[in-house]
């Protein structure tokens, strides 16, 4: 059992890294831009306030999401163990999360922060989609699926691209990131949690790279 954070900028491959780690150490990848999206698309009051703010790529209200992940580590799946994907993004939501944690009576166990060039990110960010079934990602150049226009996971034909993956958007993203959540760094650093990884290998060197820095069970 083990609770991780992923941080890192837009498109550094924290989805693509959470989702392995989970399948891996048996955890539940906790991703908050994923839960936002699923909001958006069900048209909840949560989705409502938050489309419009993800657009533009900035951040929605600590308030919102701090109360979705509190929620959802509620979740008797969750007690095994989680990997916070996109989450805490402030000051105040690590702070937040750090009263939620004593609550529970959990423990934070390793801060992985992914290394990656700007000019990469931009780059990882403009050619990335899914798989509209079954969420699987993919890049244009780094990572087609093996048969174009099919899902190597479950054979799905439709792929989807995100509307805040514009040139425009992603400048004001990378902002964000710089501007709020990489005080971050210094946080995790300071509370002895934080392992720095360099996030520009290939997925499996990258893999590798965050598989050292886990604890030992
Ligand atoms: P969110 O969904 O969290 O987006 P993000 O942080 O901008 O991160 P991305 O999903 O863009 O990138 P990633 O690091 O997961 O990279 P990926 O693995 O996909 O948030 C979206 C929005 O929701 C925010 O802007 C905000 O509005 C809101 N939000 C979410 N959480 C919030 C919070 N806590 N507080 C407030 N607002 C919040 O990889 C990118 C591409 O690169 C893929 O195509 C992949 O195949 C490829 N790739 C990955 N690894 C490699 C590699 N090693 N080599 C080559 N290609 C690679």
Redesign the pocket.
């Known amino acids: 059992m083990m609770n991780l954070i992923l941080l ?10 959470a989702k392995i780690i989970a399948a891996n150490h048996g955890l539940i990848q906790l ?4 839960m ?2 699923a909001a958006v698309e069900a048209g909840s009051p949560v989705g409502r306030k ?1 489309k419009a ?2 657009d533009r ?4 209200p ?1 308030e919102i ?1 701090v109360e979705i992940i509190s929620a959802r580590l509620d979740g008797a799946d969750c007690k095994g163990g989680v990997i916070l ?6 000051l105040a ?1 690590a702070a937040a999360l750090d009263r939620v944690l004593k609550r529970k009576k959990l423990k934070l166990d390793a801060v992985i922060e ?1 290394k990656v060039n700007d000019d990469q990110l931009v780059e ?2 403009a ?3 899914t798989c509209a079934t079954c969420g699987a ?3 244009d150049r ?2 087609q699926p093996k048969t174009a226009g099919t899902c190597d996971v479950c054979g799905g034909k439709t792929f989807l691209r995100r509307p ?2 514009t040139a425009e958007t992603v400048g004001r ?1 990378l902002l ?1 990131y710089y501007r709020e959540t990489s005080p971050l760094l210094g946080y995790y650093y300071c509370k002895g949690n934080l392992r720095s990884v360099d ?1 520009m ?3 499996e060197d ?1 893999g590798a790279a965050i598989e050292a820095h886990l604890p030992r069970r």
């Open positions: 890192g900028p837009p498109g550094a491959g924290k989805g693509t890294q991703s908050t831009g994923d936002l999206r938050a703010v993800m790529g900035e951040l929605v600590d999401v994907d996109g989450f805490p993004r402030t939501q992914l990882r960010i050619g990335r989609f990602g993919y890049h780094f990572r805040d993956d993203r964000v996030g290998g290939s997925v990258v």
